[in-house]
């Protein structure tokens, strides 16, 4: 039978290797495209979207990228109750 801190050990196992893979994701984007590439990013904080973006264009994809993300929790965090 599993207990609680099996399901902890697990859960914070799998949170480091997701954090292990994007940060080596970015080291590995940073070294192998040219300076001129563009990039952006989004940080969702429950359904506040944090954008950036290297130029105006990536910027406002990610926003709006975020602003859907946000509206979906909404929509079934409303659908929920």
Do not use: C
Not at 10 to 22: N, S
Not at 40 to 58: Q, T, Y
């Amino acid at each position: 039978m599993r207990t609680s801190q099996d399901f902890l050990r697990v859960g914070t196992a799998v949170i480091f290797v997701g954090i292990i893979i994007l940060l080596l994701g970015t080291v590995l984007t940073i070294i192998h495209h040219p300076a001129n590439s563009q990039m952006g990013g989004l940080i969702m904080i429950g359904p506040i979207p944090i954008v950036f973006g290297s130029s105006p264009e990536i910027t406002t994809n990610m926003l709006a990228l975020g602003l859907i993300i946000s509206v979906f929790y909404l929509f079934l965090w409303k659908t929920k109750r």
